[in-house]
């Protein structure tokens, strides 16, 4: 080392410390924003979960993914919020931006950019005769406003946060649901992305709620057949299809692991099996991204 660069490097140490012990009384205050991301890596259709760190106990924090707003809420020793990569996102560099208002204190923000990896889905190619696609009229006017009122549950927002801690499986067993995504092209017309996961499982197996919420929806719809969603607060949905029968009711409060219902095949189903779905501020998402996050109660 020359005797410039160790004077150099001697007057960069006495800065940092002279840093240090300036900061050092006034501890919170100089506290740096720390992000972690879970996962680090994302991809499309991920649960994208959101900690922000470093900040005092009353702020208030904002912030966008990707071009949807974050609901915060206080967890652990800072905040955190639950966002969605829907399953039509575009794989890449999506932005991000979040902003701590602190009493007393000038607004600190950040931002960044988050690299959303690809993901294939599978498509399946079908040529049926129309008389087995098109639905008469009054079905399809039936099945329009059906989906027009999960559409607009899934997009409204409960400013409250219900659940807590860990989502469990919403049926017994360790096989992965499958499906996410997938898109059938019928006839040349690529039909909606299937936006749920299947699993499959006899009929009468019950069916549990994945985390605590409020039974938002009970109804019998031609397509998802006889259904559950619940509100989990904070634009957090879940969706239960195809049940054979419902134990609970409109407006209920649930706890995680509560007994929702059974497996079935009513509706648009070949066989016995659940549909289960989630929504996370309008976003569709891979359920099963939700059941990995690592949360503590
Ligand atoms: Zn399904």
């Known amino acids: 080392m020359t005797g410039r ?29 720390r992000i972690r991301w879970q996962p680090e890596r994302p991809r499309v259709g991920d649960v994208l979960w959101v900690h922000v760190q470093g900040i005092s106990p009353g702020a208030t924090v904002e912030g966008a993914v990707a071009g949807r707003p974050l609901v915060f809420f206080p967890y652990a020793d800072g905040q955190a919020a639950v966002a969605g990569l829907d399953v039509e996102v575009k794989a890449g560099r999506h932005p991000w931006s979040f902003a701590v208002l602190e009493p007393g204190r000038e607004p600190r923000t950040l931002r960044g950019r988050v690299t959303v990896g690809a993901r294939q889905f599978k498509v399946q190619r079908l040529t049926l005769p129309p008389a087995m696609v098109d639905l008469d009229p009054e079905t399809e006017r ?17 400013p409250e946060r219900l659940w807590r801690g860990r989502f469990v499986r919403p049926v017994a067993g360790r096989e992965p649901g499958t499906g996410f995504g997938s898109r059938r092209v019928i006839n040349g017309k690529p039909r909606a992305p299937h936006t749920g996961i299947d699993y499959a499982a006899p009929a009468g197996t019950p069916v549990v709620a994945v985390n605590a919420g409020r039974v938002a929806l009970v109804g019998d719809f031609f397509f998802p057949g006889r259904l559950v969603a619940l509100d989990h607060g904070l634009g957090l949905y879940s969706f239960y299809f195809h049940l054979e029968s419902v134990s609970v009711t409109e407006g209920e409060p649930v706890e995680r692991g509560q007994p929702i219902g059974t497996v079935g095949a009513t509706g648009r189903a070949t066989g016995p099996h659940l549909h289960f779905g989630v929504y996370v501020g309008g976003a569709r998402v891979d359920p099963a991204t939700l059941l990995r996050l690592d949360l503590r109660d």
């Open 142 to 158: 039936r099945a329009v406003s059906e989906s027009e009122r999960l559409r607009t549950l899934y997009r409204t927002i409960t």
């Open 5 to 33: 660069r160790a004077l150099l490097r001697a007057r960069l140490v006495l800065a940092v410390l002279a840093v240090a012990l300036s900061a050092a009384p006034a501890a919170p205050a100089r506290e740096h924003l």
